[in-house]
């Protein structure tokens, strides 16, 4: 029996035809050596599993009887896959030639390393950022409140996005995305499986700061592509994607900042959320009127959609994020 140099891992929830495509990608980018493909799908209702087992026959797929997480659902594939490397892949991406072999002779060729992760692209061609550095409290504080309107604390969010990294030299970083890294099997033993606390959001900034607290680096490969449609499985849960990406913030954050800090930090964050949500309604309603004045429709679209998501937060998921996150 031949060793299995790599295992991809893809965790699917009711994107059917986009895990076909992304299958179907492997297919025709094979890397060069021994490789594994475990698919995980956390309880689809639009049909995934017959088509995909079909289809793909030397897949492996594990059909979950319910949702049981991002995170969770890694750690079953993991616990059965045979690959020194493991290749942790969303459903809506798209690998491109080559893109395997470089990631996993980036770390080959960077035996410090433990995580290696690729230039990600939209359905465009356009560049999607994807590196990052470990989030603080302030940068935090811009990306999600008021605080961002009012420009406070903007330097830290600039540093927390890297908006002046170069996408087209490999370099050290502090983190990747999720969509598509390949993780050591060795290293994973050594610090633990994905925390199962994270339903989804925040599994992959909290892997890249054990990965670097157990002082491996990680690397960013410009070599390899993939394309990222991003958000497919998200868009289906857009109701729920805001209180499920907070409750997931405040675990991180109990997690590596302590209970005390985050409690403190909790006090000024939720009311700037509040504040923040009450602004859009306001400004997006008098932003909506004129927009209809001056026939601007796409503007109409866009604001619209923004008051209604900031007015469904507040009034249906404002107690649970305030007492419950």
């Not at 991002?70 to 892949?89: D, V």
């Not at 603080?136 to 908006?163: D, E």
Request: aromatic residues 12%; glycine residues 6%; proline residues 3%.
């Amino acid at each position: 029996m031949k060793n299995i140099n790599l295992s991809i891992i893809i965790v699917s929830w009711n994107v059917r035809k986009e895990l076909a495509d992304c299958l179907r990608s492997v297919e025709n980018n094979k890397p060069d050596c021994e490789f594994e493909i475990i698919v995980v799908d956390n309880a689809s209702s639009d049909g995934t599993v017959e088509p995909i087992q079909k289809e793909f026959p030397h897949t492996t797929v594990i059909a979950n009887h319910d949702n049981r997480g991002f995170s969770a659902a890694n750690n079953q594939a993991i616990k059965i896959a045979k690959g020194e490397y493991l290749l942790l892949l969303n459903p809506d991406t798209i690998v491109h030639k080559n893109s395997l072999d470089n990631l996993i002779k980036a770390l080959d060729e960077n035996p410090d390393a433990g995580i290696s992760g690729p230039k990600l692209i939209d359905e465009n061609g356009i560049l999607c950022p994807s590196i990052g550095y470990i989030p603080t409290f302030r940068s935090i504080l811009y990306s999600k409140t008021f605080f961002r309107t009012l420009g406070i604390f903007r330097s830290h969010y600039k540093k927390l996005t890297a908006q002046n990294f170069n996408y087209d030299k490999q370099n050290k970083v502090e983190q990747l995305s999720g969509a598509a890294l390949i993780v050591r099997h060795s290293v994973m033993n050594k610090i633990g499986n994905m925390d199962e606390s994270f339903f989804l959001y925040y599994e992959d900034v909290d892997l890249c700061l054990r990965v670097r607290n157990a002082g491996f680096k990680i690397t960013y490969v410009p070599t390899a592509t993939i394309t990222h449609i991003g958000g497919m499985s998200s868009i289906q849960i857009s109701a729920k994607k805001r209180i499920m990406l907070y409750r997931s913030l405040f675990i991180y954050l109990r997690k590596h900042k302590g209970n005390f800090k985050t409690v403190l930090f909790g006090l000024i964050f939720k009311p700037g959320v509040i504040i923040k949500d009450m602004w859009n309604i306001f400004a997006g309603l008098a932003t909506y009127i004129f927009s209809v004045l001056v026939f601007d429709r796409t503007r109409q679209k866009k604001t619209l959609a923004k008051v209604t998501n900031s007015a469904i937060f507040l009034v249906k998921y404002s107690w649970e994020f305030i007492f419950r996150c």
